[in-house]
């Protein structure tokens, strides 16, 4: 099992910025993929950033040079640094981790709301 525990979202105007974090703790490994998904209302959920096979990343084509995905082995958190925010990105976001570019395991949720 593996326990994910998100933190950092919440209300920003937009054209600003927040940073997510998600630690995962069990039975977790580096090699895991790590990544963030987001689900706005009425909406599929959907790829934001993620990481895997160490150091191969994606990105969702929305996101592309306003987000940044990093990872921190040592702590086994990955990041999700996002600037220049639009009303568009407001969803919950999730963390998800599992066996390369799979999600086995998600974490609770944050709501990410950027204002106009």
């Known amino acids: 099992q593996v326990q994910l525990v998100e933190s950092g979202g919440g209300l920003v105007q937009a054209g600003g910025s927040l940073r997510l974090s998600c630690a995962a703790s069990g039975s977790f490994f580096s090699r895991n993929g790590m990544g963030w998904y987001r689900q706005a209302p009425g909406k599929q959920r959907e790829l934001v950033a993620a990481i895997a096979y160490g150091t191969i990343i994606r990105y969702g084509d929305s996101v592309k040079g306003r987000f940044t995905i990093s990872r921190d082995n040592a702590k086994n958190t990955v990041y999700l640094q996002m600037n220049s925010l639009k009303p568009e990105d407001t969803a919950v976001y999730y963390c998800?981790?599992?066996?390369?570019?799979?999600?086995?395991?998600w974490g609770q949720g944050t709501q990410v709301t950027v204002s106009s």
């Open positions: 998800a981790v599992g066996t390369g570019w799979n999600t086995d395991y």
